[in-house]
């Protein structure tokens, strides 16, 4: 065999061994470009799922408190029945004392407290101010009256109080 004939088979040989090399890195390829398009789904798959998830917690966010509420409900539709058939407005009005402290009582696990903003100066983060009362014995800007109490949600300010303000007299002429 002569070096022309052993190049050629080298040759030969070399240029099979390419092409199965280039084969198998095309299955490789292929193989990696398969398992990225499955993760690529997958993480599609679990971003929807985690956003349906989300979207039902926010929809059924306040289940437990409105579970709660239901029962006062129907302790105001037992009061109003009580009132219509014995007339007698002692039995009203204890049946809605009632049902307010069950209310209060619901608001509290819930996180709401109520507060009285009466002697307080006035804060305008706590207290939207409704009238103002000329008084010479009130120091100005206290709250001297309370039209509706605050309310506060785990300590920030739910609703504020609804107030009457202190005026001296002379800044009613101004």
């Given at each position: 065999?002569?070096?022309?004939?052993?190049?050629?088979?080298?040759e030969?040989?070399?240029a099979?061994?390419t092409?199965?090399?280039?084969?198998?890195?095309?299955?490789?390829?292929?193989?990696?470009?398969?398992?990225?398009?499955?993760?690529?789904?997958?993480?599609?798959?679990?971003?929807?799922?985690?956003e349906?998830?989300?979207e039902e917690?926010?929809?059924?966010?306040n289940e437990s408190?409105?579970?709660?509420?239901?029962?006062?409900?129907?302790?105001?539709?037992?009061?109003?029945?009580?009132?219509?058939t014995?007339?007698?407005a002692?039995s009203?009005?204890?049946?809605?004392?009632?049902?307010?402290?069950?209310?209060?009582?619901?608001?509290?696990?819930?996180?709401?407290?109520?507060?009285?903003?009466?002697?307080?100066?006035?804060?305008?983060?706590?207290?939207?101010a409704?009238?103002?009362?000329?008084?010479d014995?009130?120091?100005?800007?206290?709250?001297?009256a309370?039209?509706a109490?605050?309310?506060?949600?785990?300590?920030?300010?739910?609703?504020?109080?609804?107030?009457?303000?202190?005026?001296?007299?002379?800044e009613?002429a101004?």
């Open positions: 065999m002569d070096d022309f004939e052993t190049r050629a088979a080298a030969a040989h070399a099979d061994t092409a199965d090399d280039v084969a198998e890195l095309r299955r490789q390829l292929d193989e990696k470009q398969d398992t990225m398009l499955r993760a690529l789904a997958e993480a599609d798959n679990i971003r929807r799922r985690v349906r998830s989300a917690r926010v929809r059924y966010a408190l409105l579970r709660d509420l239901i029962p006062i409900l129907d302790n105001f539709d037992r009061a109003l029945d009580a009132a219509r014995a007339g007698e002692r009203v009005v204890d049946g809605v004392e009632l049902i307010r402290r069950e209310l209060l009582r619901v608001l509290e696990r819930a996180g709401v407290t109520r507060y009285s903003a009466v002697g307080e100066p006035f804060d305008p983060t706590r207290h939207e409704v009238s103002r009362i000329v008084s014995t009130a120091t100005p800007n206290t709250v001297v309370e039209t109490p605050g309310y506060l949600l785990n300590g920030r300010v739910l609703r504020a109080a609804l107030v009457a303000v202190a005026a001296a007299p002379d009613d101004a």
